[in-house]
């Protein structure tokens, strides 16, 4: 009983309320402004709800900021919770990969904007020369993927490791307006197992993470460069 009188008291006084958003405001971390906020807007609601006359429209304020801080603290919780990947994503993740530059929330990004592991069979066609891309590939196993220029003639090889179709996606514009490939890209030796992101997902991963995809672009044009 003593304790209810106590908060009551402490309540009605209202430098709870003052004093922990004081602290919120005067915090330089982000969480913590957020958690003392909601704090401090809970005990205004006790301090106007205690008073001899209630402020219900201040309570009813209160109880809104409260809600948008309780968001907010937990968003940036779920942005602190550590970033964790199958064993099959971490292949992708491993040094000598194209993605091992990427920070790992951005490779989490990417891999949940429509990532999707296939399975390719000697003869398959992932790309046809006169036809517009419509993937960016990146090969999982140590199956073989050919590429053929206009004269079905072989002109380069793209194992383990290896990427298609990012010239595609480096020239991607604003509007998804894509070219006609002037190559072909098939599958050859033996089944092969590759990750893919269609172009229009790749496009939505652009727009929603730019400094994620100024570094992926980036990686991209250096492996554009070195083929």
């Known amino acids: 009983a003593s304790g209810v009188l106590a908060w009551h008291h402490l309540a009605r006084d209202g430098k709870v309320a003052y004093a922990v958003k004081l602290v919120s405001f005067a915090s330089p971390n982000l969480l913590v402004l957020q958690s003392c906020a909601f704090v401090g807007h809970l005990a205004t609601i006790a301090y106007n ?28 919780l779920r942005k602190r919770a ?7 994503e971490l292949e992708l ?4 990969h194209v993605f091992d530059r990427l920070a790992p929330e951005c490779f989490r990004k990417l891999l949940d904007s429509g990532a999707e592991v296939i399975d390719v069979q000697p003869g398959d066609e992932l790309v046809s020369r006169g036809e517009l891309p419509m993937y960016f590939y990146i ?11 206009d004269d079905q003639t072989r002109v380069n090889l793209v194992g383990r490791g290896g990427t298609v ?21 098939r599958c050859t030796q033996a089944q092969t197992r590759v990750v893919r992101w269609a172009l229009e997902d790749m496009l939505k991963f652009r727009e929603s993470n730019p400094d994620a995809w100024s570094m992926l672009r980036l990686i991209l044009a250096e492996t554009v460069e070195e083929k």
């Open 139 to 149: 090969v999982l196993s140590t199956g073989l993927l050919e590429v053929l220029s």
């Open 165 to 185: 179709g990012e010239t595609a996606l480096i020239r991607l514009d604003s509007r998804g307006v894509r070219t006609p490939s002037s190559v072909t890209v």
């Open 49 to 76: 709800w205690c008073r001899p006359t209630p402020l219900y429209i201040a309570c009813v304020w209160n109880t809104l900021f409260s809600a948008v801080n309780l968001y907010q603290v937990q968003r940036l």
């Open 82 to 88: 550590p970033v964790t990947f199958t064993a099959q």
């Open 93 to 96: 993740f491993a040094d000598g």
